[in-house]
């Protein structure tokens, strides 16, 4: 018996710098869906700030913070999906 806590099964072949990108693609794909929800819930959120009678200035920041920082990830997103931004940029 071994001092792991868990053994893991070795894979019935080597693990490939393809099969490495094909895995990386699938998370980036599925993000786009929760990507696109969180912003379209701040956008809500930042609208609803506005139309707020509130005198908390850093709650107002936060939430329209938020929601500018969602578009623009949004917009990341979509322009790595084209090709047009790389990550190390």
Not at 47 to 62: H, I, K, P, R, Y
Not at 71 to 80: G, V
Request: a negative charge.
């Amino acid at each position: 018996m071994s001092d792991n806590i868990v053994e893991f099964p070795l894979p019935d072949r080597p693990i490939t710098e393809s099969d490495i990108d094909k895995l990386h693609s699938e998370a980036f794909r599925d993000l786009e869906g929760p990507i696109s929800d969180c912003q379209s819930m701040a956008k809500i959120a930042a609208q609803m700030m506005c139309n707020a009678s509130t005198m908390d200035g850093e709650l107002v920041f936060a939430v329209c913070n938020t929601s500018r920082m969602l578009t623009t990830l949004m917009a990341e997103y979509h322009a790595a999906w084209h090709g047009e931004k790389r990550g190390d940029q």
